[in-house]
Each structure stands twice: as structure tokens, then as C-alpha cells.
């Protein structure tokens, strides 16, 4: 038994001793550079650049996720409500946070790490360069900022689909149903409105009337193929991935910037805090993202002051042969 014991708690020890060895090394060799001119000359040569956002992104504009330490509605959180059990078990209580989640969104604005963002796409786009911004936000301030170039991977608060007939649509009403108007309160001490389900939201498709819920990917759901598809596609094909604000948690996003970085495209991630996948990138940039993207994301000295339809086939060429060359 001792030996057994001794056995065990050597082999665990040799076990310990060789990671910490090899996350050593690791770190001696892969320590990100936080080198942000180094970085915007990699961005100034890049065609196609991929944004991945998450959480914190929205959280700097004071968006609740209701995840984590203090991250609760009533007295639930998101991973207890967002699931299609949740949905069929009480399908009130769970539009009812629904319902708080879209009307909070009118009080809250794009902060300036979207508008970061939203501006350089729009400025690199009259250039021939493309950004596409994958997302895990569902609460469309990549949109309200004025991105276009937009994979929302986990859906839209502002998006129903009908669980009769599956139509999908845009919807904007505030209340979403005459039901739901003046509920929802997250305070732990409301009670269930128990909204019957006829009065709930409604298809409005002809001769339909099923009952709505909102377009999201809940817990132990799959994301839509044809998102997943083409989030793959940008990766693929992209010549630089920014991460922000995700913790690289949250699969199967927590692949995608490792998948990039193991292509030897440059990943720069902007985040709060490490993550987990940290020393897989080459750059890192500490601290809140509306403070370190714009910086970061600005026209560089570069590219041009104006860029006119004119330009375009020039710029093309040379950002082409700079890739060539690296
Ligand atoms: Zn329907």
C-alpha cells in the first residue's frame, strides 16, 4: 500500500515536474509580444483580417451575461435558462428573460472598441481588404456600431424562431407581445409572471401562430452549419486574427484563433486577463479593449489619406506582393 502510495505520488510528482518544465519552456519560447508597433505593421500588410469577439467586448458597455460570480437573473443563470429544456419546462419564465435582455440592450451603446472595429472595416474596405467580425455576442453592438461584415455565431436577442413552422425573423418590438410588457425584472424576489403560452410571442406567418422563441444557440445546441461554414471559410483564408475579449473558453470558438495560430497566421489577442490559449498567439494586449483596440486599429501611416475608387487597383497589388514575400 505505502509503495503503492510512494509509486503513485512519484510517478504524479515526475508528472508535475515535466509540465511545469514544458510550460516553462513554452513560455521562454512563445511569450506573446505586446510590441504594438510590431503588431500594426503586420495589420498595415494584412488583406483579410478576422475579429473574434466575445463577452467582454459587450461587457465594457456594461452588457450583463449573467454568467459567473454575481451573474444572475433572479435567482438563475444564463446556463440554467438558456436551454431547450428550460424553454419546454416554462416557457414564460424563460421569455421573461428574454424580454429583459432585449429592453436592457436599449439602454446600452457600442463603446468604442466596436466603433474601433466598425471603422476600420469601413475604411479598409475602400482600400480591397476585407474584416469580418465573428462573434459570440448576441446583443448586435457590432451592428449598432456599423459593422457589416457580421458572423454572429450564437444568434441575435433580436432574431425568433417559430418551433412550428422554423421561420426565422427580425424583431425589433419593444415589448415583444403585450404579455411580456413591464415583466421580466431580474430582482430574486419576483414572482414567475406564468404568462399562458397563447399569449406568449407568436408566428405571425399566415395560418402559423406556433409559438416563438428566440434565435440563439442555447446550451446543447449546435451552432447553424452554414455560420460555422463560412466562419471557417474567413479563417482559413485570413492573413491576421484579432481575439477580443473572449476568455477561449467557450468552444467551438476557443478553436478558432488556436486553429489560426497553428497556420502561422499572426493572432493578436486584446483581453482583460491571460487565457488559456495566451501563449499560442503572438501578440497580447492587456487591459480593456476600448482602450487598446483603437490605438491599435487606427489608419496606419500606410495606407492612404484618401482612398478613392482610384486607388484601389494599386493598393490591391501591393498588399498582394507583401504577402507574397512573407
Ligand atoms: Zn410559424
Redesign the pocket.
Known sequence: MILRQFTCRALITSQLYARIKRQQHFKEMAQPSSDLAAFRKIFSEANSIAIITGAGVSAESGVPTFRGEGGYWRKWQAQQLATPEAFSRNPSRVWEFYHYRREVMRTKDPNPAHLAIAKCEERLSKQGRTVTIITQNIDELHHRAGSKNILEIHGSLFQTR?M????EAANYKSPICAALEGKGAPDPKTDDAEIPVQYLPR?E?TG???LLRPAVVWFGETLDSDILTRAEQVLDSCDLCLVVGTSSVVYPAAMFAPQVAARGVPVAEFNMENTPATQRFKFHFHGPCGTTLPPALECHESEPSNTGGLYLPIIRVLNMSSVEKN
Do not use: E, K
Open positions: 417559430c412550428s413552422c422554423g421561420h408566428c406567418q402559423c401562430h406556433g
